[in-house]
């Protein structure tokens, strides 16, 4: 069965630094979102991405975000100058038209800041 | 902002018993519910969703109840069984636009065998 996939499933990095989290959508979906769960709190929405542009971003989604599709497969998140509050678990997920609610979502890249 | 709210943090029921979790949300142009589970260091994985225009969805031992003259939705397992041990989220949407989901905070689910 087709899966959502992501990596690294670990970054740990220093405060200001630059980090890249990875994901391979679904390949015939057309919707890619980024979210993220800071430990013991919900799971919340950063960005949606259709047609190769931003359809909508939180107000967590400030100039340090960026995403991008460099290729046919790849998703992207870069935060620019990480945080010691950027640390949670950042969740990849996909959906396709058929399909019109379901987001299928990836195991997660957890991002510890120090 | 809480506009799903799961107010139950965690849920205890015996195996073969029925476990129902519960949702609330307070945003009435919500037009479509979902429910994931989620294990320990994985993603959520989805499970069951219904649309506003209907009051009740069944996939098999699950079954997705939607009440929206009070707002509330719930989920019931039955039988419940171990496997069924999981973080449990209510999501919600809006047709149209992004389409990103709104999650409650969860409810961990034990099924004790």
């Known amino acids: 069965e087709p899966e959502v996939t992501q990596t690294p499933s670990h970054q740990v990095t220093q405060m200001g630094q630059e980090v890249i989290l990875r994901c391979v959508p679904i390949?015939?979906?057309?919707?890619f979102y980024w979210y993220r769960q800071i430990l013991g709190q919900k799971v919340e929405f950063l960005v949606s991405?259709?047609?190769?542009?931003?359809?909508?971003k939180s107000e967590i989604f400030d100039d340090q975000f960026s995403v991008e599709r460099p290729d046919g497969s790849n998703f992207t998140l870069k935060i620019r100058s990480t945080k010691l509050e950027d640390s949670a678990m950042y969740f990849c997920?996909?959906?396709?038209?058929?399909?019109?609610?379901?987001?299928?979502f990836g195991p997660g890249t957890r991002l510890t800041v120090t | 902002d809480q506009q799903v709210k799961q107010n139950s943090p965690s849920l205890s029921v015996q195996e073969g018993r029925i476990s129902i979790l519960n949702c609330d949300y307070t945003?009435?142009?919500?037009?479509?519910f979902l429910w994931y589970k989620k294990y320990p260091a994985e993603g959520p994985t989805f499970l069951i969703s219904?649309?506003?225009?209907?009051d009740k969805n069944e996939d098999g031992r699950f079954t997705v109840f939607l009440n929206k003259s009070a707002k509330h939705l719930s989920l019931h397992i039955v039988p419940s069984q171990p496997g069924d041990s999981a973080v449990y989220f209510c999501?919600?949407?809006?047709?149209?636009?992004?389409?990103?989901?709104?999650f409650g905070k969860g409810t961990k689910l034990t099924v004790n065998p």
């Open positions: 219904i649309s506003s225009i209907k």
């Open positions: 390949s015939n979906h057309l919707y």
């Open positions: 997920a996909s959906k396709d038209r058929a399909s019109p609610y379901e987001q299928y």
């Open positions: 945003n009435s142009m919500f037009d479509y």
């Open positions: 991405f259709y047609n190769n542009e931003i359809s909508e």
């Open positions: 999501a919600a949407t809006l047709r149209g636009g992004s389409e990103k989901l709104v």
